[in-house]
């Protein structure tokens, strides 16, 4: 079982698996052309792809998006973050998913409007993935300039591998935690899904 793996041996296995996932290629090559400062491409196709191919299933199947977070504080208006979503629609022209692009510098603007609940400022991509809903979702990778895959993975990734989602009471509500775990756990069935503490 991979999750019981040396944590070396863990991230050989993610690239692998993440490797299968053409759509997933396609964005982080394409998105290492943008030159965004601190980008990951981040949070449910990275994990959903190790999913799938868990259970047999195809890598890319039930993928809504693909989250790309950049951390530029040099300039927080829409403006400036809208340029680059718009550069990006012309770099992923032509990849049959959505990709969602996203300057986790701006995230305190906005987010207690949309979840209810104030979020301090981010200081780096890091950290907002650090806040995501679930343990599981933790995740991030990018590509160096010399093709080297950096992955972020401050809860390891043990949980992604054996299909358990762990809450995250960080940020996100507890509201927000139960309905993406339903939603995954109505798509795959196998998965653990642990309590909110």
Same mark, same amino acid.
């Given at each position: 079982?991979?999750?019981?793996?040396?944590?070396?041996?863990?991230?050989?296995?993610?690239?692998?698996?993440?490797? #299968?996932?053409?759509?997933?290629?396609?964005? !982080?090559?394409?998105?290492?052309?943008?030159?965004?400062?601190?980008?990951?491409?981040? /949070?449910?196709?990275?994990?959903?792809?190790?999913?799938?191919?868990?259970?047999?299933? $195809?890598?890319?199947?039930?993928?809504?998006?693909?989250? =790309?977070?950049?951390?530029?504080?040099?300039?927080?208006?829409?403006?400036?973050?809208? /340029?680059?979503?718009?550069?990006? #629609?012309?770099?992923?022209?032509?990849?049959?998913?959505?990709?969602?692009? #996203?300057?986790?510098?701006? =995230?305190?603007?906005?987010?207690?409007?949309?979840?209810?609940?104030?979020?301090? $400022?981010?200081?780096?991509?890091?950290?907002?993935?650090?806040?995501?809903?679930?343990?599981?979702?933790? !995740?991030?990778?990018?590509?160096?300039?010399?093709?080297?895959?950096?992955?972020?993975?401050?809860?390891?990734?043990?949980?992604?591998?054996?299909?358990?989602?762990?809450?995250?009471?960080?940020?996100?509500?507890?509201?927000?935690?139960?309905?993406?775990?339903?939603?995954?756990?109505?798509?795959?069935?196998?998965?653990?899904?642990?309590?909110? $503490?």
């Amino acid at each position: 079982m991979i999750g019981r793996l040396p944590l070396d041996e863990q991230l050989d296995a993610l690239r692998a698996v993440l490797s #299968r996932n053409d759509v997933l290629t396609q964005v !982080l090559a394409r998105t290492a052309t943008l030159g965004l400062p601190g980008w990951y491409l981040t /949070a449910g196709c990275l994990f959903q792809t190790v999913w799938n191919v868990v259970t047999d299933r $195809p890598p890319g199947q039930g993928i809504k998006d693909y989250d =790309v977070f950049y951390f530029d504080d040099r300039d927080l208006s829409w403006e400036a973050e809208d /340029a680059v979503i718009k550069a990006g #629609r012309e770099v992923f022209a032509g990849l049959p998913a959505e990709v969602e692009i #996203r300057n986790e510098a701006r =995230v305190h603007l906005w987010y207690e409007t949309k979840f209810g609940v104030p979020c301090p $400022p981010y200081a780096s991509s890091e950290a907002a993935i650090d806040s995501f809903a679930a343990t599981t979702c933790c !995740l991030g990778v990018r590509l160096e300039g010399d093709g080297r895959w950096r992955v972020y993975a401050p809860h390891g990734l043990s949980d992604v591998f054996n299909l358990v989602v762990r809450p995250n009471p960080v940020l996100a509500p507890r509201a927000v935690y139960e309905a993406k775990s339903a939603r995954w756990h109505a798509r795959w069935p196998e998965l653990t899904v642990l309590d909110w $503490p």
